[in-house]
């Protein structure tokens, strides 16, 4: 007797899809293109149409990353209002992007959707303060993964900022 078998393609290379009864399962084991079809092995049997064993693609998607690639060791002026540091934020997956960032010193977070890449964030901590990106997804609703995202700290100098001005006496 004959069995239907489902096979994938990926980069050139076709290999068999585990399954039984007729129910097959794969996790891919990296972004791209797949190509999955039904081949019938050995003899199916009088009235079976193999005609109908249409070959199904399926695009997946890489995941998307978040990371930190300036702003750590920056330094503000305590005092200094209007002073601020910039951090910037590299983004992969497909925009837009959905990321949150933390203020781990003081509990603080916010979420950003944005189509930027990089994302310049703007802190303006009043004392030295570690960020972490807690999360980030993208336009195909795939969530990544932050395994190796490093924290940045941005310190903030304990001298304050002095401004004098000299009077003219006359």
Sequence with gaps: AGRIQSYKTFNGVESEVAGLGGYNTDVP?????????????DYIGAGCNIADATATQVTVNALPTAQFTAGHGSVICAGDYQGFATLDITLTGTAPYTFTIMNVTS?????????????????????????????????????????NVADVVVNVSDIELIIIIPLRLS
């Design 29 to 41: 084991e990296a972004a791209g293109v797949y190509t999955y079809a039904p081949k019938y092995i």
């Design 107 to 147: 509990g603080e977070s916010q979420t950003i959707v944005t189509s930027l890449n990089p994302y310049y964030y703007n802190v303006s901590p009043t004392v030295t303060s570690i960020y972490r990106i807690t999360s980030v997804s993208d336009a195909n609703g795939c969530a990544g993964t932050l395994d």
